[in-house]
């Protein structure tokens, strides 16, 4: 995955003003002053069917649940995913060489999303991670009109989420995101457009898109700049920075509402980690999410890659999302 030079935090103030069991952010007041964070409103922005957000308990990508062939073993997805008790499923469409069979595996997995009322989520690769996702390339405007066909017939399907979205801007303008969900929403006017960013890289890649509601919605993977998993210590710090950040871009185009911020959790090595995740380490970081979604700071936590095969981080995955999780709903 290419990454960019890492940026300087932006800081702003945050005064939390509660909405009918729901709330809002107003971005202002005294420098310096600390949030107190309370339940926020989530709304999506692409277009006014966009639902409110619900606090997102997900896996990505079918690791330890495929078959010989490559192709996702649906059956042993479903089986990990109750397990854990998810609720959201992130499903990779990439190149044939890489997952043969992803987009069709995703119209099976709809059905049985439909059934269990979980939501399924389309993952796009970008541009810059090749092969182009299969059968529809780089043409991201036919995805979001592919996957809105299928969400009519199952609305379990929430939307799409671009992978390594902050390093492809120069292809997702806000005007290019604007398009592709405008196209998406003559369709399913319901599906919302997700987008994966790091912490550190937002300022100068995500600014307008946020401000201008291109996005409905920002997918955070916590590694950088520690580049391990083995230090949790600074999820917290980054979740409340990425959060004041998000509200004061939101405040800056005149946007009401609060942008959903999903944390990502790493289940398996980055490739510029030196280390391996731990289901402990995985469990922990879980926790720290929810409790910052607890606080009204996040929306939500989604593992990567999550081995399914493997009963220690099922189990580890499980006591969060049945324990601190299962309130949330």
């Known amino acids: 995955m290419k990454r960019m030079t890492m940026l300087a935090l932006a800081s702003s103030v945050v005064t939390i003003l509660s909405l009918a069991g729901q709330t809002q952010r107003v971005v202002g007041g005294n420098e310096g002053a600390k949030e107190k964070p309370r339940r ?19 896996d990505y990508a079918p690791i330890g649940a495929r078959k010989e062939s490559g192709r996702t073993d649906i059956p042993c997805l479903l089986s990990a995913l109750e397990k854990i008790g998810a609720r959201d499923y992130f499903h990779l469409v990439w190149g044939a060489e890489n997952y043969p069979g992803a987009w069709d595996d995703f119209a099976l997995l709809a059905g049985e999303f439909q059934k269990r009322g979980w939501r399924l989520w389309l993952y796009l690769t970008p541009p810059s991670e090749p092969p182009a996702p299969e059968p529809f390339g780089a043409d991201y405007g036919r995805w979001a009109e592919e996957c809105a066909k299928l969400a009519a017939v199952y609305p379990c399907i929430a939307g799409i989420c671009i992978d390594d979205f902050n390093a ?14 405008t196209r998406a929403h003559k369709i399913a006017p319901h599906l919302a457009l997700l987008v994966v960013c790091y912490f550190g890289y937002y300022e100068d890649t995500i600014s307008a898109h946020v401000q201008n509601g291109a996005i409905d919605g920002v ?55 030196a280390d391996e995740p731990t289901p402990a380490f995985v469990e922990k970081c879980l926790g720290i999410g929810l409790e910052a979604t607890q606080k009204g ?33």
């Open 168 to 181: 492809n801007v120069d292809t997702f303008t806000p005007a290019y995101c604007l398009e592709m969900m």
């Open 297 to 329: 700071l996040a929306d939500g936590v989604v593992t990567y890659c999550l081995p399914k095969s493997d009963s220690s981080f099922i189990e580890a995955v499980a006591r969060v999302y049945k324990g601190d999780g299962k309130k949330m709903i």
């Open 219 to 273: 997918v955070f993977p916590y590694f950088y700049p520690q580049k391990n998993h083995s230090d949790s210590s600074l999820l917290g710090p980054q979740i409340e920075a990425f959060r004041r950040w998000l509200d004061g871009q939101t405040r800056k185009g005149g946007l009401a509402g609060s942008m959903p911020l999903v944390v990502m959790v790493y289940a398996m090595k980055h490739s510029q980690s």
């Open 40 to 58: 926020l409103e989530r709304r999506g922005y692409t277009g006014p069917q966009v639902p409110v957000f619900i606090p997102v308990l997900g």
